[in-house]
C-alpha cells in the first residue's frame, strides 16, 4: 500500500499529458457560437448595389440557406471566394451575403473582379448586424435550417476541405 | 537627485494605465463614462481574447465600447448591457467567467483539492501519532537495509 503513493505522480502526470495533448490541439480562436440552435437574429440591411434586394432576418427560413459574412479588405475573404463561385455553380442552396464594414465601392468592385456568388447581400457599414450575429472576425459562415434556426458557424475561411466535408453534407442532413 | 526622479518617473510609468478609448469616445456624463469603463475592463476583445475592450485597438473592441455606452446612455442598467453581449457572443465574452452550473468545477475544484490534500495528511500525520502513542516502534518496520541506511545518516550528524 504505501507503495502504491509512488506511482500516485506518474499517475497525475498521465492525466495531465492527456488533458494537455487534448486542450493543445483545439484552436482557441475557433468559438462556438452562443446563437446555436437559435433563431437568426433580427436585423434589416439596405443592398450593396442600389436597385437590388438587401438582406434581412425575414429573408432567412423556408429553407436551408448560408449566410456568409465577408469584406473586400479580408484577405482569407478571398481565399473561399473561389469555393462559394464553385458552390453556386453546383448548389441550388441560397447563398446570402453579409458585407462587413466595407467601403461600398471597393466591395462592388471586388464582386465585379472576382464573380459574385450571393444572391442576396446587405450591407453592414457599422458593422452592427455583425455584432447581432456574434460576429468577431471575418469571414464567418453561418448555415441557416429551414425554421430559419443558425444550426452552424464556421468562423475563418472556407476551404474546400471544410465544404466537402462539413458544410455539404450539413446541408444535406437539414435539406431532409 | 533630478536624474533619480527622471528614472523613478520613467520606472512609475508604465504603471498609469494605458487603455485604448479614444478621446471622442468618452461620455459627457462622469457617472456614465465610470460605468462604462467598468463595464468594458471585464469584457472580453473577441479577436485579440486575453485583453479587454478597454484596453484593445482592435476594431470591433472599439465597436463593442461605443455599443456599451449607447446602451448605457439609453438607460440600460450594467448587468442588461452584460446580457445582451452574452445573448451574442456567450460568457466568453466576460474576462471573469460567470458563476453557475457548467462553471462550478472552475470555482470550487482549487478549494476542493486543497481540502482533499488537508484531509488526506491531516490522516496521515494522526495515524502515525497514533502508531507512535501505542508506543511502537517505526523503525522496526523498515528493511534491514534501510535501517541501515538510517543509521548511517544518524550517524553522519553525530560529531
Redo the contacts between chains.
Sequence with gaps: MPRLIFILPLLLFGAIAVYFAIGLTKDPRNLPSALIDKTAPEFTLPPLRDGEPGLANTDLGGEVKIVNVFASWCVPCKLEHPVFMRFSQQNDTPLYGINYKNIKSEAVAWLSQLGDPYQRIGFDLSGRVGIEWGVYGVPETYIIDKEGRIRYRHAGPILPKVMKETILPLITELKK | MRALLICIALILAPLTSANAVLPNEVLKDPLLEKRARALSKNIRC??C?NQSIDDSNA??AR??RI?VRERLTAGDSDTAVLDFL?????D?VMLKPPFKGSTYILWFGPVGIFIIAVIGLSVFFRRRQRLIAQGEDLTARLSGDERERLARLLDEDRP
Design positions: 473577441l479577436v481574447q476594431d470591433l465597436d463593442l455599443l452574452i445573448a451574442r457572443y456567450g466568453f
